[in-house]
């Protein structure tokens, strides 16, 4: 019988200071995912497939289902925190008499129009629908800012007056466009006599910065509608050219802030904004580069639209308390247009027609839409006609 083979002597092994085999092949670590806060529950203030428009007071962000990104930076996230406390408004129906939504605007009813009421719009859109809105619905003449249409090609018939520059910080030539001075624009216009439109990335974030500088121009606004663009900067943004990312989304995010002082937030498109954010579907495994700044829940609210009204002509919580606000706070004109129809209502008060009793709720007061359903229609409370037949 064949004597059995000796076994061979283990070969030595060398291994790390981890006790990890020399050239052994491991699978990687899966990076550990960023674990979302608990977040309060809320609803959309309209259901999917309804209007996709800005919103009045405080936004519904829902967080995502997990973390989407491939980092976490602590600042980014609190930065993202402070753009949603600088955009969430306070203000209810009762304290604006309504509010009016359309597009990127939600406008405070108590602050719009009045008899001195002059509107600045300065955009790159072909038609300028705020400027529309505000002049066909409060009777408000319009001045549309825009630098990068021509003249020659536009549109004929609009209910505003087309100007062929931007606003912006400085009355120069940039970027072989046309821009005029905000201040100097303001220069000769009443206190709370301007509705202000303005987006950062055509007028720049340098025109707040002198905006913010001056309590005076400030006072000679009404409302104010703002396209943020955060992390994005014009040309002749000059003075934060240079600074590093965190410090220039700083800088932007205090700008936000600092409006504050003098003016209520009133609405912003941020839940809408939310409402088209996917990152189950974009992001599922995690993949996604991290945005500028974003919420504890994900939602990153680098871009938001956001209307303001001065703080002068609404309170939360009540009515505002100084009288030159209520030179021209209703929607059809001001204080006096609002005198004619009281004065109306006395003189047809001689009339001895008895009108039937009618009473209902509207269903929804807040929204200004078309309706489903029997329209609730309440009577006047005296007969404001001269005959009845």
């Known amino acids: 019988q064949a004597p059995a083979e000796e076994e061979a002597a283990p070969a030595e092994v060398e291994v790390n200071a981890e006790g990890v085999e020399l050239g052994a092949v491991t699978a990687p670590e899966a990076p550990e995912r960023h674990a979302i806060p608990p977040q309060d529950k809320c609803q959309y203030t309209v259901t999917q497939g309804g209007g996709q428009e800005s919103r009045p007071g405080k936004p519904c962000i829902p967080a995502a289902e997990a973390w989407p990104y491939m980092g976490y930076t602590p600042w980014r996230n609190a930065l993202g925190e402070r753009v949603l406390k600088a955009v969430t408004g306070k203000l209810a129906s009762k304290d604006c008499k309504g509010f ?33 809105k505000l002049n066909r619905g409060h009777r408000v003449p319009t001045r549309f800012y825009n630098c990068f249409i021509d003249p020659e090609t536009a549109e004929d018939g609009t209910p505003y007056q087309l100007i062929s520059s931007c606003l912006g910080p400085e009355t120069a030539e940039a970027d072989t466009r046309s821009y005029e001075a905000l201040d100097a624009v303001l220069a000769d216009r009443p206190a709370l006599s301007v509705h202000l439109r303005l987006d950062t990335e055509v007028s720049g974030w340098s025109v707040f910065d002198k905006l913010l500088e001056s309590d005076e121009l400030q006072g000679k606004l009404r409302t104010l509608d703002v396209d943020f663009h955060l992390a994005n900067k014009a040309s002749f943004d000059t003075e934060i050219m240079d600074l590093s990312e965190q410090d220039l989304l700083d800088h932007q995010v205090k700008v936000m802030e600092k409006l504050l002082k003098h003016f209520h937030v009133v609405g912003s498109t941020l839940e809408v904004y939310r409402m088209g954010w996917h990152p189950e579907q974009d992001c599922p495994e995690q993949q996604c580069n991290e945005p500028p700044v974003y919420l504890n829940g994900g939602f990153p609210p680098q871009r938001v639209a956001v209307s303001y009204a001065k703080r002068e002509l609404a309170s939360v919580g009540g009515e505002a308390e100084k009288a030159e606000e209520d030179s021209a706070v209703n929607d059809v004109g001001g204080e006096e247009a609002e005198a004619v129809v009281e004065e109306a209502f006395e003189e047809t008060a001689k009339t001895t027609y008895k009108m039937p009793k009618s009473t209902c709720v509207y269903e929804m007061p807040d929204q200004v839409s078309s309706r489903p359903g029997p329209p609730c229609l309440p009577g006047t409370p005296i007969w404001p006609y001269v005959t009845n037949t």
């Open 100 to 132: 009016k939504s359309f597009s990127d605007a939600t406008w405070c009813l108590k602050a719009m129009g009045g008899p001195t009421a002059l509107g600045l719009s300065s955009g790159n859109e072909a038609h300028d629908i705020w400027g529309e």
